[in-house]
């Protein structure tokens, strides 16, 4: 006794095959979709990234300019001070005149 095989059905054959082509189409299509999608998703994230960059670099600048302006008001601010030192002598000074000339005009009354 030998085993017997079943005739094979053309014509399921031919539809087997036809599946088969259209599940290579769609897997074909599946995969360009998501090729496509991951470079979109890359793009969008290079993007992100230089815009991330961009920031982090200007605020630096803005950082070290905010720095270097506040030691310019400092010293501008230290070379006020210096320059008003002789501000109250001078002040008592027109005081002491005043009350002079207060006196004066009160002897000439």
Known sequence: GGSSIPAIDPGALQDMVALAGQLAAQVDELLRNVHCGLQALTALSVGCIQTY????????????????????????????DRAMQPVPALAKSIRDMKGTLERLEGLCK
């Open 53 to 80: 960059r961009d920031g982090v670099e200007s605020l630096g600048e803005a950082a070290d300019l905010s720095i270097r302006a506040m030691y310019a008001l400092v010293a501008r601010c230290e070379e006020l």
